[in-house]
């Protein structure tokens, strides 16, 4: 029961020496990823991936004003106080958070929230399907 509701997720191959980026959806070798900043493991999207995506961001801030100091997360409620030191540094508290269709800004969230967000590719089936698996177990 509990795997057949992720089973419209793909795989994420890894063969020792190659990684599909999460992006591209391409084969790699392991040397077209870098490492994740806050840690010691590989990105999920490739460099010329995660280059794109900082151009959309950086471009996207230069646009959007940033949260005010009363912001709270639209997803856990949370206060700046509250998220404040649990993502990067670089960042500060909050996540500019866009659409990755479209490259439209969606909002500020807080580091964990936008990270929950990713880890089930925006996919709001996926979700819809962590729910149930919650609710029922």
Known sequence: MQLS?????PDQIEDGDNKTCNKCHRLLPLTAFSMHSASNYQRPECKKCNNELSIIRNSLRKKIEPPKKTHV????LSTEEQVSGKGNKKNGSWVLDH???TNSFRGWLCHKCNRGLGAFNDNTEHL????????EN
């Open 128 to 135: 819809e399907n962590a729910i149930k698996y919650l609710k």
């Open 73 to 76: 997360c639209p997803i856990c």
């Open 99 to 101: 659409d990755h269709n």
């Open 5 to 9: 509701l992720f089973e419209s997720i």
